[in-house]
């Protein structure tokens, strides 16, 4: 399978993290102009393996630097793509739940009107857990299907730029 070569300038390390975490380099967050720059490179190029070359001027590069914001880049997107594989996971169990539970309440809803008389207070019971748990239902539904769908393109970024080979190289 081909390399997708996405080529990024920098003029020092410090680019490629937020200018507002004063943390050791090991520790910095990344910059959010550098990731919203990957993103539409990596959107321009969407198949194949990703292969990151990060230029620097010759005069600043440092190897221990290099490898310790590999390090930190690959950490990053880890821990990002799992927080998104752990909310759709969480967010198809409460889909799960919720659609069950709608169902529930639409089928005591049902055995209460069909053994229940006609007073006042069955049919405000009826009218109250009827909408109540079609919407639960669809809710849940919507959770199941839909939001993995919104989350979907950022897991396959972070999952892309997780598996790229990062390379610092000189201009």
Same mark, same amino acid.
């Given at each position: 399978?081909?390399?997708?070569?996405?080529?990024?300038?920098?003029?020092?390390?410090?680019?490629?993290?937020?200018?507002?975490?004063?943390?050791?380099?090991? %520790?910095?967050?990344?910059?959010?102009?550098?990731?919203?720059?990957?993103?539409?490179?990596?959107? %321009?190029?969407?198949?194949?393996?990703?292969?990151?070359?990060?230029?620097?001027?010759? /005069?600043?590069?440092?190897?221990?630097?290099?490898?310790?914001?590999?390090?930190?880049?690959?950490?990053? +997107? #880890?821990?990002?793509?799992?927080?998104?594989?752990?909310?759709?996971?969480?967010?198809?169990?409460?889909?799960?739940?919720?659609?069950?539970?709608?169902?529930?309440?639409?089928?005591?809803?049902?055995?209460?009107?069909?053994? /229940?008389?006609?007073?006042? +207070?069955?049919?405000?019971?009826?009218?109250?857990?009827?909408?109540?748990?079609?919407?639960?239902?669809?809710?849940?539904?919507?959770?199941?299907?839909?939001?993995?769908? #919104?989350?979907?393109?950022?897991?396959?970024? +972070?999952?892309?730029?997780?598996?790229?080979?990062?390379?610092?190289?000189?201009?």
């Amino acid at each position: 399978m081909s390399k997708a070569e996405l080529s990024i300038w920098l003029d020092d390390y410090d680019d490629v993290f937020s200018d507002f975490d004063s943390r050791p380099l090991t %520790e910095r967050s990344l910059s959010d102009d550098f990731l919203v720059e990957m993103r539409k490179m990596v959107r %321009e190029k969407p198949t194949g393996n990703i292969e990151l070359k990060l230029l620097v001027p010759t /005069a600043k590069r440092k190897k221990e630097v290099e490898a310790m914001v590999i390090k930190n880049l690959h950490t990053h +997107f #880890r821990h990002a793509a799992v927080g998104i594989k752990t909310e759709i996971t969480k967010t198809r169990r409460q889909g799960i739940l919720l659609t069950m539970l709608g169902f529930v309440l639409m089928i005591v809803t049902a055995y209460i009107v069909s053994v /229940a008389s006609n007073s006042f +207070f069955m049919k405000a019971l009826q009218i109250v857990l009827e909408p109540s748990g079609w919407f639960m239902v669809w809710t849940g539904m919507d959770n199941i299907f839909y939001n993995r769908r #919104r989350r979907k393109p950022n897991l396959v970024f +972070f999952l892309k730029m997780l598996n790229a080979d990062i390379v610092f190289l000189p201009y």
